[in-house]
């Protein structure tokens, strides 16, 4: 076992545990934000950089402090340890470059966009982000494409987390989805755009942070603030059959897997559950879901950005 | 005249072939490595004779050999880095096209010393001709028996194999380079684990630039404590260094280390002064990522003492007054040369090169090339400067592989040293926005 202490809490987590874990393990807002790192999906991390947090003591052994800022996602804790988080300007200034970046090249087309209300990256740019950009040049653009008749990627979105290609890579057979050019012209694509043809291919969709890969039978059907999610299991041979429906009055129209309070996936669930069952007669309905994850919509972000409009209306 | 260990028979009639190469007392070290020594013995001689990586980040040579993790029944690898991609550096393939059986002897003795049964050559793609220089080379060696089954009679048996990369900088990072050279997307891996442990196919790695495995030869033929006798302090032997850029005299050069910079710019043995009866204005010492220096500091450090060329002397002053040896990649500008022109070029390299895994990499390398090209056209913003600045320093130290610095690196010291020459270029009309 490791004592880490991050913020001034202290935890004893397992050998092996990642300072995110731990800070996880703390809870609330001491965990580092992340867009890349996804706990079921091996390999995950190291990408995005939002999750980096200052090492103030290397551990009991080697007090030092680490040179740079490391990404908590894939630094192990050593016993001793201690990390600055939400208390270390450094750490706070540097997030908010890493925010700039990722939404440098981003279209901001929230308005029209599906994952808006559940995106990660509009909760994180709320959070940790400037005010505006620096940012005065042409965004790149891509076409849209679909990924098979059911998932349409807008690779304009996607802020090249490699979470969908590790759902490529670890739950579908024979690989076809992956990354193709390199660096800022680097996008998500599929084998001369062979369709993903897998019965877990839809877990893409749910583990992509942003609207870059989005579900086409939901499509422009509804803001996901104005459906209700409901937590229900059928029996499926596939997979475990536990998901959350996303209702509309009567209709079911997305269903999704479930996600636990820092938004990824607590099972996965396969395509014949979250494709060909939208009636609610297919489900055995266990009740209403919490959605534990803070969202853009639900905690009234927009209130925190001055605008004295809104602050009037607060009152 | 400095000592040569490397290329002194650059120019002998023949020296690509074995029989000359043998004739020059060339596998000697083979010999002496596969029928006298152990592999301990050799691991101890290039301990001693204080080798450091001659791949840009200068690494004890036989304190990263000493890391490679032993395990029963595992194979060990070991891969030479023959990516050579840093712009301003040519050095590898002098001594692979002039002196192939070199890096062919280096990769036997070392590959002993390491327990490596099958080794591989990793050549950037653009070096496709001296691809074909090496396997000449070795089928040469195969047939002499010093390559295959039972290497002069011994019971080591070493199979040797030359991998073309597809021409990507990236590749000549380690790990992206184990990932390419396993087939893969040549995306750099996240460390740890380090190759040392988990390195090609998860087997235990040593990665070691072409320059550096050369140099083992030498080390085994003469010992490490001699070979420790050429250079200066810390900075042991000899290293080869590419000059090019406003000089008389451009081309690959064998230096022992601690030959003053003055001396080796002004000196006709080597780059013979400036051109065209020019000043100096700024020296980039070793490949594009490390800090260039004007001429005042590049002659002598901060402190006034003559800079050498050595691992120490060059980086004397840290980032704020010295740069950093690298891969020997010399690089001299005069007093002519737009040193925003100069970085807006190494800003395309970096940003055309970022593999894009990481986001202060991918999207920062970009920009910073979009702000420097409105720069050089002379539509830069008075905040354009400033702007740079804190990108760089938003991109160093927060990637996961070293490219993120190297992109970072020029800027910083183009600005810190060059400011003026930046300003100069932005319009007076310009209003801030
Ligand atoms: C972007 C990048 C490119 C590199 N390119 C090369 C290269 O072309 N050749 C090389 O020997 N080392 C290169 N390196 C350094 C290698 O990662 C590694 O440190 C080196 O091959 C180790 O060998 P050495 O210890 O013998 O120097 C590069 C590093 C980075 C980050
Ligand atoms: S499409 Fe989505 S999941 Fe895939 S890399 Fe882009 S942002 Fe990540
Ligand atoms: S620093 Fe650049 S080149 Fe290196 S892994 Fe990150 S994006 Fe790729
Ligand atoms: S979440 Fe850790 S780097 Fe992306």
Redesign the interface.
Known sequence: MAKVTIDGHTVEVPDGTTILQAARAIGGEVAPPTMCYHSKLKTSGGYCRTCIVKVSKGSDKDPRPMPKLVASCRTAVMDGMEVQNNTSPEVLDARKGVVEFLLMNHPLDCPICDQAGECHLQDLGYDNGGEKTRFDFERRTFERKDIGDKIQLHMNRCILCYRCVKVADQLCDGRVHGVMNRGDVSEISTYIENAIDNDFSGNMIDVCPVGALTDKTFRFKSRVWFTKPMDAHRDCKKCSGKVTLWDKGDEVLRVTGRKDQWGENEEWICNDCRFEHKKSSDWVIEGPRKIDRHSVISANHYMKLGVPHYKKLEK | MGKKLLIQDDKVPGIHTLEVYRQRGGYASVEKAVKTMTPEAIVEEVKKSGLRGRGGAGFPTGMKWSFLAKPEGVARYLVCNADESEPGTFKDRYLMEKIPHLLIEGMITSSFALGAKTSYIYIRGEYFYVARILEAAIDEAYAAGYLGKNILGTDYSLDLYVQVGAG?Y?CGEETALLESLEGK?GNPR?KPPFPAIAGLYGCPTVVNNVETIAAVVPIINMGGDEYAKIGVGKSTGTKLISASGHINNPGVYEIELGLPVEEFIYSNEYCGGIWKNKKMKAVVAGGSSVPILPTDLILKTAKGEPRLMSYESLSDGGFVSGSMLGSGGFIVYDEDTSIPMNLYTFNRFY??????????C??????ME?IAHRIVEGHGKP?DVD?LWDIQK?IE????CPLGDAAAWPVASAIRHFRHEFEALIPKTAVA?
């Open positions: 990507a990236i997307r996240i940003h055309h090169e970022s593999c894009g895994q990481c986001s202060p991918r999207e920062g390398t970009g920009w979009k905040t702007l938003r130290g927060n990637t996961i926005h």
